[in-house]
């Protein structure tokens, strides 16, 4: 930790910091600059009491920390690339995969017909919700049961490994019967309890960023995942909230650099909730495999318009069939297959 | 919900819109402007599917609801302010109410010493969390049932009720037990699991505004409560996320006129997290009771530096009864007791 | 500075870190810690070139500025409040001060109209935007000299001092002659060739924040005023962008006890930009003369519906006149005139 | 214009807004829904006063604008893509160009070498900031006209076209003479009165995207150029401000599509402003490639480490042309030069 003085102190006040800090498990270091006094209070963040409530010090102009907060997500501590293996598919390897399939699980029919589509255009990975967060009450709030086992039929007959997202503690169980991909939703990126117990079915976690979560904040969230003896994590950007309102949320693929930079986990990358609308996701889809992205996640309805949530970002199915073909110069491009 | 429609579209094109309205339910009422065509879709919006899938169609430019989403929680539906009555004390009504306490419950000592300290300086309800929600899984997660047995000791002692985080499922009952006012923390305000659960107990809830939560989502996530049939709902703003770095959040303090006009549902004002930083924390709750706030939520602690959580933020015994006497003025020009 | 270097370097990489450090004319410190060897570099940062450079390279993790940016308009370099005398209207002073008028001057009977009604409810000084920043080319851009003649009219007849928006360097000999304050608005903030224009006139500068500035760069906007010489300086919150979209910005109150800690220059609050809704301009106005703000600007208009800018968020002559009514007991409670 | 009225008005109440809605020269057309009655207030948005000042009234709940407010920018009014012609560099055609060099012209030794380099790899247009807006007053403002004329050497030496920013109205006559583009900085993109005067140079214009400016604000500002008479107008990207802090901003490369769907104008990409962080600009670069923009804008420093400006942000020579290697094949797989 690093704590800036305020200039003029008395003897006395300053050496009230440093007791202080001595008190709370660090070796207090002081440098004199030209305008101001620092301290580097030397000792492990993660295992001392944080500084940072000095500075309501009237002493204390800011408290800075050193260290990450973030280990085991790290590339510090695990500097090669991890890799999950879901039912054969690796993601985070040189083969780049994708995962498809509606926003809401709704039907056999509409469930089938799409897992066949997108798997003839060659995807690998079924998405589908059979449990869904709706910001109103008055909402579809998804099949729940029984949409997981039309999941699972469809793996059965298409081979196709399944994600579904599990949004209550009180379903993990449930879920991670039918799921071979637990993914934490945006809204519930920061609900602990959910990511602790997630984590504890060893199944694979896709954690999607929160609408406004710092990159370090995400970091964190995942580090939970790991801490609790998971190594099977992938991040997911699916856009942040910002003030432009023309999307219903900006696409920060900037997350794929930053991610590949700071942590060994492989990153996803969601366009249809990124832009919230199907006509920019073949764009946003090149982007992220340029960018270096692992796999993508990619809303796909047989009839968008009658979608029974979030249809305007749905592709249909011969969109998704041009969309994967678009991508193979980008895939080749960057290396992968 | 109102439909535009692109320019120039031949006749089929735009019957092929007009019938899609008509399949989904809604009665199509067609307005033709200077340079656009625009469809007023006439139907519930509650009832029938969105049209908001529309615009992915190639004729279409944008769809625009008209209703409010809302209902329980609006003033429309119950034009008088609601009260809560907590262990006698009112919420929403003439007196002003204060909710002060430590942002962590840390020991006997620590949350004794502070519930008689904000009772004597003019506090009704003591705060503390017995289970605390944090950012790195190597932070401090709160006491846990030793916490809300402190809590209910406290209460046992002073007469104060309790207001205390429940961010669990699997802690409901035991965190209902002991709680007089179960609080929704930022994180999981669109936990929609949780807010359910919560809602089931019949206890007062107060519900925190996520970090990146629009009015309207605000609104809607207090409708999952009230519509499990719990009318005991307060809300707090405990400042939103912006770009600024010089605080911890901005605190929205419009949000006081705003859901006084939304909806019947008191609101309550969180500065310590809104600030971050305790000498923020007097000039934020003078304007939290000029402008209308019907109670505060003010985390004070005996010892700010060596708090277990968020010392930056919590305010000394003795700033808190100097808050509460600067407040005095303003609670009496805003017509309050 | 403080430089955080990456762990595990060689002696030689991390000599040629402390070479280039000396080379930029700091005296480097070298602390170790348990996880990171933290460099203090010591030198004045504002006569030295940055060191935020060193960032960029592969040995370095972060770094981090100690000093403030801004001098001059810090409470650090001038303890006292400052105050700004306007034709005899004290800014900064004992008396709370209020500026209202149209959002445009449209007509002498307009503007002579709102002049005397807010100065019969207590205004002091009148505000009129003679020329326009207008977001698209095709909305009305102000009456221009007109406007400035008309504002310079209605100080005659009324004797209220003049505050109008200054939008172009063209214009700075034009718009000085006239006004009394030159308002420098939001979308102009870091237009810095205009505020060295203005602060060079010597007439008092209203330093609007911009849109999307963080505190510490609206600081340093108002820098580049003192810097030129020009002590008059009040700086004016007006809502910042964030993604709500109830209102039309988000109005950060705390900008008031933050101004008030950092510098020494009068505060000023604009509610109806700040709220874009002429019903919530009352709550606005009430929490910030509750907070410690010195003075309001109010758009004010005898009918808004037909105003020829920003209608909506305009008050009638009567709403202001009540609002100013409304004040008394808040002004009185804040210890002001 | 849409209206959206109050439940439960007298008739009074609504004849009132329907007269008004005819005073300002619409024609109303009243749908009656089943919550809520609309008006469709026929006529031209852009030759009328807005209705939004009825938001005001007690009456009304909304008003929602139909029509786009930018014409000449939008894809409506010119369907095919525009070009721009520099120096026989045409940009927004099927070969993609790169613009580089250093943030600030620093010395002829510095220039020049960047130049030789730059377009060695590939560029074929020189930047160059030779007025530097700056964040606060004491650091670098730039060369000034010095670096003008070491531009203009430049371009001699190698043929370059050169971009340099035009940051105020005194400078146009002056930059117009050097540049063959004039770039409009982020904080200037709402300087309307910058706009005017650059357009009127008549000079190909790059109008960068303001911090926190919403797309259709940035057409707007767009449409003020070719309003003005000039149609040489490229928008240029470089990041908008989020509450991220990793890095300087946050790069919305999703405006790739958006500005290809609006507007007939070419669209350009900033990565090093966008990142803020030069390891994170190759990716970056690809991104924007593979989204389909027609060019990118790079700050190259043969020593960034010892930049007068932004040096964590420029990449070196040799890291210039690695990323101009790195880029060919994603160039070829989106189908240009």
């Not at 799921?179 to 694979?204: E, M, S, V, Y």
């Not at 219903?248 to 693929?253: A, G, I, S």
Request: net charge positive; aromatic share 6%; glycine share 8%.
């Amino acid at each position: 930790m690093i704590v800036v003085l305020k200039p003029n102190l008395t003897k006395k006040e300053e050496a009230a910091v440093l007791k202080e800090i001595r008190k709370l498990g660090y070796k207090p270091h002081v440098m004199r600059g030209v305008e101001r006094t620092v301290i580097g209070a030397i000792g492990d963040e993660r295992n001392h009491p944080t500084l940072e409530a000095l500075s309501a010090w009237p002493q204390v102009e800011k408290v800075m920390p050193v260290q990450q907060r973030y280990k085991l997500v790290s590339r510090e501590s695990h500097p090669a690339n991890s890799t999950i293996n879901v039912r054969g598919a690796l993601i985070g390897g040189k083969k780049f995969q994708v995962m498809a399939g509606p926003c809401s699980v709704e039907s056999e029919t509409q469930l089938m017909t799409t897992a066949e589509a997108v798997k003839a255009a060659g995807a690998t990975i079924l998405r589908g919700g059979a449990f869904k967060p709706r910001t109103s009450p008055y909402e579809f709030q998804g099949l729940g049961l029984k949409g997981l086992k039309l999941l699972a039929k469809a793996r059965q007959a298409t081979g196709l490994a399944i994600i579904t997202e599990l949004l209550s503690e009180d379903h993990v169980d449930m879920v991670a019967e039918y799921a071979d991909i637990l993914q934490i939703g945006a809204r519930n990126a920061q609900n602990f309890q959910l990511l602790i117990a997630a984590a504890k079915t060893g199944k694979p976690i896709l954690l999607k960023r929160g609408l406004s979560m710092k990159i370090e904040e995400w970091l964190l969230a995942g580090e939970y995942v790991l801490a609790n003896e998971n190594p099977n994590l992938m991040f997911c950007e699916r856009g942040i909230r910002t003030f432009e309102t023309y999307t219903r949320n900006t696409l920060d693929l900037g997350t794929i650099p930053i991610i590949k930079r700071e942590s060994h986990c492989p990153i996803v990358i969601d366009p249809s909730q990124g832009a919230g609308r199907a006509s920019l996701v073949e764009a946003m889809c090149k982007g992220a495999v340029a960018m270096g992205a692992d796999a993508l996640l990619i809303e796909v309805h047989p009839n968008p318009a009658e979608a029974w949530s979030d249809g305007a970002q749905q592709v249909s199915l011969a969109g998704f069939a041009k969309i994967m073909e678009a991508l193979k110069p980008f895939i080749a491009a960057a290396g992968r297959e």
